[in-house]
Antibody, heavy 118, light 108 residues
Framework: QVQLQQSGPGLVKPSETLSLTCTVS????????WSWIRQPPGKGLEWIGY???????NYNPSLKSRVTISVDTSKKQFSLKLSSVTAADAAVYYC????????????WGQGTLVTVSS | SYVLTQPPSVSVAPGKTARITCWGN??????VHWYQQKPGQAPVLVIY???GRPSGIPERFSGSNSGSTATLTISRVEAGDEADYYC???????????FGGGTKLTVL
């Protein structure tokens, strides 16, 4: 069974860059789309974007100018960078995976609460 | 961009049937997936491809999708079903994944 383990700081200063990493275990990183999803406190889920194991990406237009998702297949990791953060970016960030062709998320990380504060 | 709309809340008595709806333009032509999220936990897939049920999900959970409305139905509701529920689709035109705003299910 595929498991996702998230890592990265839970506190980011305003205007700086949020960085999180998700490590895949128990299954292949290939043949999957790997997404980042966030959830502001008390609000719903927002898809941020995905990376395919080949490196191709697609981002939510609302965040596209500030988001970079990358993959390191040798380490079975994929990462999120969100630049110029503000208080509006405070949220629980999840990594999630979908098998190619499925279009649904059957693997989820544990979530990381990111606070934006100086 | 494609938009999914859910009612903010649904209430149901134990043992009764809960129906949670998800509206979207011609959503019947898309595959709809449903997630359950309890406080402090990551979402869990409960229905995929409109009516598929992952291993471990009770038969009480079922789904349907037609026209402009997809529906998650929970039969014989239990206190443990109290949670937020989200619908999700893949928008093929943009290749984006889209979530509904979520529905809080309260068991009275």
């Amino acid at each position: 069974q595929v498991q996702l383990q998230q890592s990265g700081p839970g506190l980011v200063k305003p205007s700086e860059t949020l960085s999180l990493t998700c490590t895949v275990s128990g299954g292949p990183i290939s043949d999957h789309y790997w997404s980042w999803i966030r959830q502001p406190p008390g609000k719903g889920l927002e898809w941020i974007g995905y990376i395919y194991y080949t490196g191709s990406t697609n981002y939510n237009p609302s965040l596209k100018s500030r988001v970079t998702i990358s993959v390191d297949t040798s380490k079975k990791q994929f990462s999120l960078k969100l630049s110029s953060v503000t208080a509006a970016d405070a949220a629980v960030y999840y990594c999630a995976g979908e098998r190619e062709g499925s279009s649904y998320f059957d693997y989820w990380g544990q979530g990381t609460l990111v606070t934006v504060s100086s | 961009s494609y938009v999914l709309t859910q009612p903010p809340s649904v209430s149901v008595a134990p043992g009764k049937t809960a129906r949670i709806t998800c509206w979207g333009n011609t959503i019947g032509s898309k595959s709809v997936h449903w997630y359950q999220q309890k406080p402090g936990q990551a979402p869990v897939l409960v229905i995929y491809h409109d009516r598929g049920r992952p291993s471990g999900i009770p038969e009480r959970f079922s789904g349907s999708n037609s026209g402009s409305t997809a529906t998650l139905t929970i039969s014989r509701v239990e206190a443990g079903d109290e949670a937020d529920y989200y619908c999700q689709v893949w928008d093929s035109g943009s290749d984006h994944r889209v979530f509904g705003g979520g529905t809080k299910l309260t068991v009275l």
